[in-house]
C-alpha cells in the first residue's frame, strides 16, 4: 500500500536503506512500478548498478507508457547505464538527487 511505500522513503531518508528495502518486499500490484522505482533509487545510492537496473526494468514493465514516472525512471535507467559503462562499477545517482528522489517517495 502507499503507507508502507512513504515508510520506506522517510527509512531511506534517514539511513535505514536495510528496512527500507524490506518494506518494499512484496508490493501490491497497483503500486507495483512505485515500489520497485524506489528499490532502484536505494540501490543505486548503494552503488548497487546491477541490482538497481532490475528495479527500474521491472518498474517499466508495470507503469503506463504514458506516465510520468516511466518517463522518469527511463531516465534514472539510462543514466545508470551509462554511468556504468564509464566506470564498470559504482554508478553515480539515477537522474536527481537522493534528497529530490527520496522527497517524491516520501
Not at 536505494?42 to 503506463?64: C, D, F, M, N
Request: positive net charge; charged residues 25%.
Amino acid at each position: 500500500d502507499i503507507a508502507r511505500l512513504r515508510l520506506a522513503g522517510v527509512l531511506w531518508q534517514i539511513g535505514k536503506d536495510k528496512e527500507a528495502l524490506e518494506n518494499l518486499e512484496r508490493p501490491p500490484q497497483p503500486f507495483r512500478g512505485l515500489y520497485e522505482e524506489l528499490r532502484g533509487d536505494i540501490l543505486t545510492s548503494q552503488h548497487k548498478g546491477a541490482q538497481a537496473r532490475e528495479a527500474y526494468q521491472q518498474a517499466l514493465l508495470v507503469l503506463p507508457l504514458d506516465s510520468s514516472e516511466h518517463r522518469n525512471v527511463q531516465s534514472k535507467l539510462a543514466n545508470l547505464a551509462s554511468t556504468m559503462i564509464g566506470t564498470g562499477t559504482k554508478p553515480a545517482p539515477a537522474t536527481s538527487s537522493r534528497a529530490d528522489s527520496k522527497a517524491r517517495h516520501s
